[in-house]
């Protein structure tokens, strides 16, 4: 169901689904809330998965809000969103960009959090040479459009064999990114190639971590994931076979396995 709400002057827009203990989730770049409907059909007995549109995403697009161009901004939509729905401390499941607001969220407001779900995402700030991308890809999508970013985003986006055997997801995932304006896409390559380096944060997780990621993850590849499980104290790591960097919707099944599992490890 999705459901709108406005706090103080600010209007927020999320998918929500089941009753119970709050897991949010957090979409990925240039993508919208709706990434996560195969999680939202599929929420466990006794949770609630919430789905924020990220400012200027999806439904939210309609808002006439100042672009966020900082990840710390989206993570504090993200705080006062939780705040007003009075949930106090939820599991926050974020993909690559909504990993990074995850972190943020983490360092912002860490007594917020009861769990940590970090999905095809780095703990680190972009590279010289990563940066020189977000500017060219800054200076695509304002030049040319959303289509020609999801042009140049599916093949690194989406595994080789969900491309070949599930052509639907790849429509799918390009229809997300062309509903979305060039402002936003741009606002948020500022947001991405500004965000500060989250590793020194790692060692000091105290909250239980789930760690997935597509075995064919070209944009963070699994050693990373590898990495970040080595620095959770406790953290798990599930590698998903057949998916890419999009690892919710290429094997949703298996996506969903790993987070029903993690979910009933850390039921109050
Ligand atoms: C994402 O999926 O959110 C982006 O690929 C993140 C990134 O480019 O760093």
């Known amino acids: 169901m999705r459901r709108d709400m406005t706090v103080g002057r600010r209007r927020f827009t999320f998918l929500d689904a089941g009753r119970g203990e709050p897991l949010v989730l957090i979409h990925g ?19 609630r998965f919430i789905a924020p549109d990220l400012r200027g995403f999806g439904a939210a697009a309609v808002f006439d809000d100042t672009p966020a161009r900082t990840i710390d901004e989206h993570a504090a939509d993200i705080i006062d969103l939780v705040d007003a729905l009075h949930l106090d401390r939820v599991v926050v499941c974020g993909l690559s960009m909504g990993g990074y607001a995850a972190l943020a969220l983490l360092r912002l ?18 590279t010289v040479e990563g940066r020189q991308g977000r500017l060219e890809m800054q200076a695509l999508v304002e030049r040319a459009g959303p289509g020609d970013v999801a042009d140049r985003m599916l093949p690194k986006l989406l595994s080789a064999t969900t491309r070949a ?21 741009s606002a948020a390559l500022d947001a991405l ?3 500060p380096d989250s590793t020194p944060l790692l060692p000091a997780i105290r909250v239980p971590t789930l760690i997935i990621v597509g075995e064919d993850d070209e944009l963070t590849p699994p050693a990373l994931s590898e990495e970040m499980h080595g620095l959770i104290p406790g953290s798990q790591l599930v590698r998903i076979e057949g998916a890419g960097h999009m690892s919710n919707l290429e094997r949703p099944d298996a996506f969903n396995t790993a987070l029903r599992s993690f979910l009933e490890s850390i039921k109050s």
């Open 165 to 185: 055997d599930r052509p639907e997801v790849a429509l799918r995932v390009r229809a997300m990114i062309e509903a979305n304006g060039a402002g936003a896409i």
């Open 29 to 47: 770049f240039p993508l919208a809330a709706e990434m996560w409907q195969p999680q939202l059909d599929a929420v466990p007995d006794g949770w």
């Open 109 to 126: 407001a860490p007594t917020h959090l009861r769990g940590l779900v970090l999905a095809d995402t780095r703990p680190q700030a972009d």
């Open 193 to 195: 190639m500004t965000r």
